[in-house]
């Protein structure tokens, strides 16, 4: 059975820190790209930032870049993110998720390409 379980969401005063972590099983954790995705109210699930399964590549999304740190270790089955300088517009349920690598394929941000999902935690940030 493959679980992606979050941890490390909550609420954090503005330009204040967090650190998420999601913890994997079930799978071949180093075949997966992984992801984090987060979703508003009322809004769309969108990619925040993403690895590739050996950690060299990583990607973020405009709002996030030089704020949210990707990483993961293959040896915990673990993907982390770190979140420095919050604000409002940070506030969402956050994702985990994972993507199988087919040899030949490149890296996605698009939700449609990950396989599996945690459940999310929630990280408000307080004006």
């Known amino acids: 059975q493959v679980q992606l379980a979050e941890s490390g969401g909550g609420l954090v005063q503005a330009g204040g820190s967090l650190r998420l972590s999601c913890a994997a099983s079930?799978?071949?954790?180093?075949?997966?790209?992984m992801g984090w995705f987060r979703q508003a109210p009322g809004k769309e699930r969108d990619f925040v930032a993403g690895?590739?399964?050996?950690?060299?590549?990583?990607y973020y999304t405009d709002s996030v870049k030089g704020r949210f740190t990707i990483s993961r270790d293959n040896a915990k089955n673990t993907v982390s993110l770190q979140l420095n300088s919050l604000n409002s517009e940070d506030t969402a349920v956050y994702y985990c998720a994972a993507s199988f690598n087919r040899v030949g394929r490149q890296f996605s941000g698009n939700a449609a390409a990950y396989n599996y999902w945690g459940q999310g935690t929630q990280v408000t940030v307080s004006s």
């Open positions: 079930g799978i071949t954790f180093r075949r997966y790209d």
């Open positions: 690895i590739t399964t050996s950690g060299i590549e990583t």
